[in-house]
């Protein structure tokens, strides 16, 4: 059969409330244009997202009922770290609320003026977690990874090259490599193991140690499997395990690849590090059994753990945005390709020419798809990362708007609609303008600024 269908039934349903133009209108005007301030009960299909919007399983669910409170020695984190430790086999597992959590204590520790961070591409709370302690993060990402339309299989990688420049020249400045996979900020694309094997053996010979901010590394070792030469007869938690072996670390978001509504970790071997951190999870998230999380949510990430790396799953998972992609470049709307793992990113910069990056097409775009069909999708552009830390302004590498899937909760026809909004966007998108922000915060901008539309 030709046809990959979602490999689950639904036994539970939201239901979606049905919204008019008119009302999303006044909904965007008294939200200042900003998608984060809308209610989501407002929202038709919501693609703001795909963290902490997934759909649990049966088991997931009970497996909750299971869950432990005990303050200390809870069954329910012996479960969580024996599953963490089944793919990824770090000696010290250290629960967070979430994985900023775990990026907050990781760069406390390793973080501080003078100090560089490098990562193909940090994401927004990971470069916000470097920078708050002075620190500078820097993006060493492919070249191939700018170029929209260039099919490498695996932008996400380090330029390997660059890293070793720098820590030819600053050395002394890094204390930590991080490797984004997928990497979410630049399209959701993934690393191919041959790059995280060749950036942990740059660092490692300069005595760093290397970090994977593995959100989506269920995605990641899936494209690996299929592009990657040489991988297509492993299993998917084989390729998850040697892609921990060469790291020295984690941070992870529960919330994307373990099916869970919260939860994270921060995951290394090295002792010194881990009390570190540990005292650190103390005084910020909770007692190191259970750090910021209840004990049924240990639970829901270690049953989620294990459904995330079934291929039939990720098949149908990395099937979906690639139909979404096909569908839109039918249609001429100029995306990332190829599509990412987890979202499909639309180049809002070609889609609307004539809007400027500082009057920001990414919102212009994002708001029209709301305003046309009451999607929600994310800007990732110069709204996003445009604000400098000495408050200055400029363009983004790219203007995208994301349109993030959460993890089985749409069907195709959800997909289908989305491609009859877009179709009506494209047939008027000339007619689209730019905004300008009337108010906005010293960091992480996008969450709370204020738009005001330009006129025609
Ligand atoms: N790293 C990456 C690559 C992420 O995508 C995210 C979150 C985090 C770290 C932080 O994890 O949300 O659990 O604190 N990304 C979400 C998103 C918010 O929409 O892409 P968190």
Sequence with gaps: MKTIIEPFRIKVVEPIRLTTQEERRELLRKASWNLFSIHSDDVMVDLLTDSGTSAMSADQWGAIMRGDESY???????RFEAAVRELMPFKHIIPTHQ????EAILFSILGGAGRVIPSNTHFDTTRGNVEATGATALDLVVAEARDTDSLHPFKGNMDVARLEVLLAEQGPSVPIVMLTVTNNAGGGQPVSLANIRAVAEVAHRHGKPLFLDACRFAENAYFIKCREPGQAHRSVPDIVRDMFALADGMTMSAKKDAFANIGGWLAMHDDELAGAARNRLILTEGFPTYGGLAGRDLEAIAVGLREIVDEQYLRYRLRTNEYIGERLRALGVPIVQPVGGHAVFVDARRFLPHVPPLQYPGQALAVALYETGGVRSCEIGTVMFGLRPDGTEQPAEMDLVRLAMPRRVYTQSHADYLIEVFEEVWARRGQL???????????LRHFTARFELLNA
Excluded: E
Aim: overall charge positive; aromatic content about 14%; glycine content about 14%.
């Design 72 to 78: 200390a020695g809870s069954p329910s984190y012996y």
């Design 99 to 102: 994985g900023r959590a775990a």
């Design 433 to 443: 303008r730019g905004l300008r922000i009337a108010w906005q915060p010293k960091q």
